[in-house]
Every structure is written in structure tokens, then in C-alpha cells.
């Protein structure tokens, strides 16, 4: 959604009519995962994207029609020349597609502001029956807003509790009147947090790569003279703190990742404790084999075992041949990526 938004906010200021595409299944391979979304104006120009460019014609066509019709429409793509389908998927998938006339309806607005804040939210689809179609529930902490109908808010709502566990956008089915109904749940997760320990030349490429890819960035370094604004103008946060006391007051969850850049004992191993201790999803840290293995040795005599120690990406990134700070940045964030999908991967790219 949030890739939307600045084109969103010009068109509707231009007065444009527009309308929404949401992919909202997805079956064996696809090049967008369900909950990728696209706008398309009156006149089609279109941001974002379903496909990839394999159907995106298509539902520019769609689109048109929907506007003109002013009704919801599921469209359903498949492979091509396998499945008779005019306009398909060259991946091997199958996908389906609810487009419908954008309205910033109350859900809609409530689940943006959320998004805006980097706050979690639900927001529900009708797609089947057609009388269905269209429809918008948001739940924010529990509250709902908007309806998909009466009849199955609660238990949708119910719903969205463990779709927010899983993280994942699903469809649900459910029995309504005499038939049933299917719902698309699209969940909104704060971004995942990436902590650059040490303000070094890697962290300034680390830093904008990272945002890019959607990360909200913080940078630590107790050394002022390196954690500047001009180094670093658009992180989220930079703090000139000892790196362990400025980690010790943030939350590191599984959506969390610890890159230790600093290379130096002092602010290495008070780290490394910190994020040991917690449950960040990826820890890495700079150095050679040597330097890792002193710092394993010191962290063992600190208390900590094999299967802690395990959990250290060192030396850090993959091996993609690089040295130039750029290149081990994205080696770095690589590897970060590649752990937030659970992907095992060679590394050695940071000495």
C-alpha cells in the first residue's frame, strides 16, 4: 500500500477517477506475493504492479470497464497456453485479482494511517458472492472498521487476530447465508528494524540500501565525530550512544536484525551480548575468521554456548567477491534478506 500513496494523493488531487487491483490469491509461483496492489487512472496510468508486466494490460483494460460499470470484478489468471487463458503467467501460477473503483472508505483510511505509523492492521476484502465484492473491514488493536456484512464481523475479526501472528496475507471461507463466503486478509506489519552498529564507511552504503528495501534503519556509534546527519541524512533514527546501552532500550524481535560494524572488542562484545540475549532474527558482525574466533572464545567465557554463539552470521554477508564498502553492503543486507525468508546461504563477505 504504503508504494502507493504519493501517487495516490496527486491523482485524487488532480481530480482523477481511479481504480484499485489487489492480488488476493496466488497459487504455485507467482512474481508478487498476495496483498500487491496496483492503481489505475481513468485515462491508464497505472503505479505499482500485480505481475511484473505478465497481466498488468490486461487489468488496465479491467479496469476501465470497472470504472465505467462502477462494479467490483475478480479476474482469474493462469498459465496461457497451458489453461486456454488469453492474457496469463509465464511463472507456472495462478493467480486472482479483485479490481474495484478505489473509494477511501473509513477501513481504508484507518488501515493507511496505520501503515503511515508503522503500525500493524488488517484489512479485509469481500470477494465472493459477488454481492460481497468490494466490501472493506479494518481491525486495528481489536476495533473494527468499516463491515463486510453483520453476519461475519465477528468472526472475521477473530480472524485477523491470527492472521497478524502469521504475518501473512490468506483468504478465508466462511459459512454465509446458503452459500459461503470468501474474504481476502491482508496484514500490515511495522517495517522490519535494521541496527547498524558503527557509523563506518559500509554502514553510509548499508544504511540507504536498506531503507529501499523497506527497512526502518537505526545507527549507533558512541563516536560523534562519525555518527553525523551528513553521513547519515536519512536513517530513521542515529544515536550517539554506547551501542549495547542504545540496544539494551529497544525491543529486538524476530523482525529484527543486529549488524555489528564497528570491528573493535569494546563495542563488539557489549553488543553482541545484548542482541545474544535477545530474540533479534539475524546478528552479524565484521571481522575475519581470527578476529571471530577471539570474540567467540571471549563470548563463551561470558556464558554463552554453542547454540547461541551458532547464531552469529560471522564473517559477515555473503561471498559475492567484493571488498569496496559498497560491495560488502550488499553482501550485508543480502544475507539479512536471505534470513528474513530463511534462506541458507554461503557467506564469508566481511573481513
Given amino acids: 500500500m504504503k508504494e502507493l500513496l504519493r501517487d495516490l494523493d496527486r491523482w ?3 481530480g482523477e477517477e481511479l481504480a484499485l487491483a489487489t492480488l488476493v490469491s496466488v497459487r504455485r509461483s507467482a512474481p508478487r506475493a498476495a496483498g500487491a496492489r496496483m492503481l489505475i487512472t481513468r485515462e491508464g496510468k497505472m503505479a505499482g504492479s500485480i505481475s511484473g508486466g505478465c497481466v498488468e494490460g490486461d487489468i488496465v483494460e479491467r479496469a476501465l470497464q470497472v470504472l465505467a460499470d462502477g462494479e467490483p470484478f475478480l479476474a482469474e489468471y493462469g498459465i496461457s497456453d497451458e489453461q486456454g487463458f488469453d492474457v496469463g503467467l509465464s511463472c507456472g501460477g495462478e493467480i486472482e485479482v ?6 477511501a472508505t473509513d477501513a481504508w483510511q484507518a488501515v493507511r494511517s496505520r501503515v503511515e505509523g508503522q503500525q500493524p492492521a488488517v484489512l479485509m476484502l469481500g470477494l465472493r458472492p459477488q454481492p460481497l465484492a468490494g466490501r472493506q473491514l479494518a481491525i486495528i488493536d481489536g476495533d473494527a472498521v468499516g463491515s463486510i456484512d453483520s453476519g461475519l464481523d465477528k468472526k472475521l475479526a477473530e480472524e485477523a487476530t491470527s492472521a497478524v501472528r502469521q504475518g501473512a496475507a490468506r483468504t478465508v471461507t466462511l459459512p454465509w447465508r446458503d452459500t ?8 500490515f506489519a511495522p517495517p522490519p528494524r535494521l541496527f547498524i552498529v558503527g557509523a563506518t564507511q559500509v554502514a553510509i552504503s548499508l544504511a540507504p540500501m536498506a531503507k529501499r528495501l523497506g527497512f526502518h534503519v537505526t545507527v549507533v556509534d558512541a563516536r560523534s565525530v562519525l555518527a553525523t546527519e551528513e553521513r547519515f541524512p536519512d536513517v530513521d533514527d542515529l544515536l550517539r550512544a554506547w551501542p549495547d546501552e542504545a540496544l539494551s532500550d529497544r525491543v529486538l524481535d524476530a523482525r529484527s536484525a543486529v549488524v555489528v560494524l564497528t570491528h573493535d572488542p569494546k563495542f563488539d562484545l557489549p553488543v553482541l551480548e545484548v542482541a ?9 558482525a565484521m571481522g575475519s575468521r581470527k578476529t571471530h574466533a577471539n570474540r567467540v572464545d571471549e563470548l563463551r567465557k561470558r556464558g554463552f554456548g554453542e547454540e547461541d554463539l551458532a547464531r552469529i552470521h560471522a564473517p559477515i554477508g555473503l561471498d559475492i567477491g567484493g571488498s569496496a564498502p559498497e560491495e560488502l553492503a550488499l553482501a550485508i543486507l543480502a544475507e539479512v534478506v536471505a534470513s528474513r525468508h530463511s534462506r541458507s546461504l554461503s557467506v564469508e563477505a566481511g573481513g
Avoid: K, N, W
Fill in 276 to 284: 545474544l540475549r535477545s530474540e533479534a532474527g539475524y546478528i552479524g
Fill in 98 to 103: 479483485l479490481i474495484q473503483p478505489f473509494e
Fill in 12 to 14: 485524487q488531487a488532480q
Fill in 180 to 187: 459461503d463466503a470468501e474474504v481476502f486478509l491482508d496484514t
